[in-house]
Structures are given as C-alpha cells and as structure tokens.
C-alpha cells in the first residue's frame, strides 16, 4: 500500500525559507514521477513541482521558479521541496503525490503559512 506523508510545514515570515519532507513507504521515489501541489484557502489545488523518474529531471510552476527546489533521497525514500524567499501568498497546505499502477495517490499534506 502506496503511503505518503507531508512534514516540514510551518509559519514563517516573507523572506524565510521552510524544507517540506514527502516520506514514501510501499513504493521507490524513484521509479515514480513525484509532485508537490499546494492549496491556498479558497484557491483550487495548483502544481508547484514534480520531480521525473530515473533523474529525468525537474519542472515548476512559474510562480515558484528560481526560489523552490524539488529533490530526492533514495537512501531516505523521500522527496524534498526547498522553498526560499518565501511570500506570503505562498501560504498553502502543501500536498506530495504519485501516479502509481493507475491511481493518484496523495499525502494528508502540511501547512505552510507566510505572514510578518
């Protein structure tokens, strides 16, 4: 059973930085494509990163390029998200997930609030 759970969220102030976890247990980081998504209060849930396979690579969201950084431990079977430069409207529950054998799975997510 495919199990993923978000920590590292926390408040913070405009300029800060946070490291988000995505722990993964009944699958290998790395034979999947892994995604962060984030939810804002009110807001649909928007992609924010994925890491490919294999090493294939990285791809962000716009808003996010140039601060967020997406990677992977295998030892751990965990992925990361470094955020940097952090704003306010950053603010989001914050949710890993992986497309595995035909279905979505996703974590219970972590909340991320950016405020001075």
């Known amino acids: 059973q495919v199990q993923l759970v978000e920590s590292g969220g926390g408040l913070v102030q405009p300029g800060d930085s946070l490291r988000l976890s995505c722990a993964a247990s009944g699958i290998m980081v790395g034979t999947v494509h892994t995604n962060w998504f984030r939810q804002a209060p009110g807001k649909e849930r928007e992609f924010v990163a994925r890491?490919?396979?294999?090493?294939?690579?990285?791809d962000y969201a716009d808003s996010v390029k140039g601060r967020f950084i997406i990677s992977r431990d295998y030892a751990k079977n965990t992925v990361y998200l470094q955020m940097n430069s952090l704003k306010s409207e950053d603010t989001a529950i914050y949710y890993c997930?992986?497309?595995?054998?035909?279905?979505?799975?996703w974590g219970r997510g972590t909340q991320v609030t950016v405020a001075s």
């Open positions: 890491i490919l396979n294999g090493g294939a690579g990285t």
């Open positions: 997930n992986v497309f595995f054998r035909g279905h979505t799975h």
